[in-house]
């Protein structure tokens, strides 16, 4: 079965500190894994794939088949990435996109 | 105006009524997807459709039902058999290849009273 999970609701960090939002998966095959994110009183939109392996806005993320996890990270957080954020799942066998319970993601000055 | 959109934005029924939710596409994507977000629970998958005339249930079909006779339209219908149907509804859109994003509506907001 497809699973996505995000531990933590709520992130709360200071401008310049760190971010690593986390996200563990399951699923038995070779997954396609997304990060999106939803900006206030904006539609949810794609932030990276794994696939990709780029970096946007300054946020990186690295598929860890060991760990199952797929986190997002970005080595000095602003304000303006104050957001919820969804790690999602599509699994190889096609269709399926599962996403978790999102976290929310909140920059202070 | 392209893209992926949803109507109403607000919706209002009583309970026991059914009431059908439009989502709409002109990016020409194959697969459509309808999910329920609530706070604390992300989205939820209803109900998914990867062509035309096909659809399969998502982690949280009960109480719903779609169709997918045209390619750009999936809309989903909540019955009376839904027991929370009070929910905000998201449809999105793919082309169906691999590691392709999802096009997102607005969402609607659906009230029932």
């Known amino acids: 079965a497809q699973r996505v999970t995000q531990p933590e609701k709520l992130l709360s960090v200071f401008k310049g500190a760190p971010v690593e939002l986390k996200c563990n998966y399951s699923y038995s095959g070779s997954p396609e894994l997304f990060w999106y994110v939803q900006y206030s009183r904006q539609r949810l939109q794609l932030l990276l794939r794994h696939i990709s392996r780029e970096s946007i806005k300054g946020f990186t993320a690295d598929l860890n088949k060991g760990e199952t996890s797929f986190h997002l990270k970005k080595p000095f957080a602003q304000e303006e990435d104050s957001a919820m954020y969804y790690c999602?799942?599509?699994?190889?066998?096609?269709?399926?996109?599962?996403f978790g319970q999102g976290t929310e993601l909140s920059v202070k000055p | 105006d392209g893209g992926i959109t949803q109507s109403p934005k607000y919706l209002f029924r009583k309970e026991g009524q059914n009431v059908t939710l439009s989502c709409e596409q002109n990016?020409?994507?194959?697969?459509m997807y309808w999910y329920r977000q609530d706070p604390g629970q992300g989205l939820r998958l209803i109900y998914y459709?990867?062509?035309?005339?096909?659809?399969q249930k998502g982690d949280i079909a009960e109480g719903y039902s779609v169709s997918r006779e045209k390619k750009e339209s999936f809309p989903l219908t909540v019955t009376s058999a839904q027991k929370n149907p009070t929910a905000f509804y998201l449809c999105a859109s793919r082309s169906g290849t691999a590691n392709t994003e999802a096009f997102f509506g607005q969402g609607t907001r659906l009230t029932v009273v």
């Open positions: 999602a799942l599509m699994g190889n066998q096609g269709g399926k996109l599962i």
């Open positions: 990016l020409n994507h194959d697969a």
């Open positions: 459709s990867q062509i035309v005339n096909d659809f």
